[in-house]
Each structure stands twice: as C-alpha cells, then as structure tokens.
C-alpha cells in the first residue's frame, strides 16, 4: 500500500521544520560556550596562574585572539562576497582597531600611548573605500541589519563598550568593597564582561558567515 501525497507532504513538512528548530538549538548550544569560556578564563587567571587579570593574562590573550578572528573573518567576507565588501571593511576596521586599542601594551614600547594613532591610522584607511561608495555603504549596512546574527553583533559591542565600562569603574567597586577593596575583583568582572562581548561579536559573525554562504548558494 502506497503513502498518500498529502501524508507525504505532511512529513516533509514536519522534517523541515524539526531540522530548522535543532539548527537553532546547535546554535544556542554554540552560544552558550560564551559565558562558559569566559568564566573558564577567569578561574585560570584567578585559581591557577594567581594573576589579577592584567596584559599576560589568559583572558586577555584570549580576548585578543577573539578580536583578531572577527577583524580576519570580515576581511576575508569582503575578499570573498563583492556584493557585501563596504559593509564587511566597515566592520572589520572596527574591530581592528579594537584589536590594536587591547594591544596597547605592545605599543606602549614603541612609545606611551601610540596605540591610538595605529588605531587611527587604520580607522582612516578602512573608511575611505566605504565612503567614497557611502550609497553602496549604506544600503549594504542596511541589508547587514536583517540579517541573523546582527541583534547578537549589537549586543556584543553594547557590553564592550558600555556595559564593561560603567561597570568596570572604580567608584563604583570601592562603594561595593569599601575598605576590603581588592583590584582583582573589579578585573575579574570587568574583563569578564568585556571578553563576554568579544565572544558574542564572534559567535555573530559565524552566524553571519552561514547566513553569506546560504545566500551565495541560492
């Protein structure tokens, strides 16, 4: 006895569906290793290595390698998706230069604070090509806000750049800690947040490259 179509569809419909809901399960899955990591990092710097969270630090390293994989990541999108390339140099500048600010250390030994004008340096040279096509910029940006991983990617530099900061200021934790102040717990939950962000910026783009890929095969 043969299957009805209707059966047929019924069940390739309900496969379809089952497959799109484990997909998003393997993603949450995936993002989950965020706060993982990032506490993984911290109880190694704190427990193991005795360090208060400083340059040499395991997070730090960490956070560094994070930014370099997204700053790379976009690169190689606007070598490899033409009708994507402002957008993803945009991107990418940004997080080199973010890279090249968590560096500072490094280039502190060429001279103190020189980090900033590296940063700038490359900020400009990222901006030009966007903005002399600044209408193929912008209707890129636009097409990059529908996509997936573009709410996670917000997310991310909202805790870099705010959360971590406010969070990470000094008054704040000499009113929590009063006179059992101790730096390594203003550290430890600020670079923790901050490498937080990097990792939900990571796990934006990994989403985003999927989502290219798809685009590129339809």
Not at 104 to 132: K, Q, R
Not at 165 to 176: A, D
């Amino acid at each position: 006895m043969q299957p009805k179509p209707h059966f047929i569809i019924v069940f390739c419909i309900n496969n379809v569906v089952v497959m799109s809901l484990f997909k998003h399960f393997l993603f949450f899955v995936a993002a989950c290793l965020g706060p993982v990591i990032t506490v993984l990092c911290l109880w190694l710097d704190l427990n193991f290595f005795r360090d208060t969270v400083s340059e040499l630090s395991v997070t730090e390293i960490v956070q560094e390698a994070v930014l370099a994989a997204v700053a790379v990541m976009h690169f190689l999108f606007a070598r490899r998706y033409t009708a994507f390339r402002q957008c993803n140099i945009l991107i990418g500048g940004l997080f080199l230069a973010m890279l090249i600010r968590e560096l500072d250390a490094v280039f502190d030994m060429i001279a103190h604070g020189s980090w900033v004008w590296f940063a700038l340096a490359t900020s400009a040279i990222t901006l030009v090509c966007p903005l002399v096509k600044w209408k193929t910029t912008a209707a890129q940006l636009q097409d990059y806000t529908r996509t997936p991983g573009y709410g996670m990617m917000i997310a991310g530099l909202i805790t870099i750049l705010v959360f971590s900061r406010l969070l990470g200021m000094g008054e704040l934790w000499g009113f929590i800690l009063q006179d059992g102040y101790v730096r390594a717990a203003k550290n430890a939950v600020e670079e923790g947040c901050e490498m937080y962000g990097y990792l939900l910026c990571l796990t934006a783009t990994v989403g985003y490259a999927f989502s290219l890929r798809r685009q590129n095969a339809a």
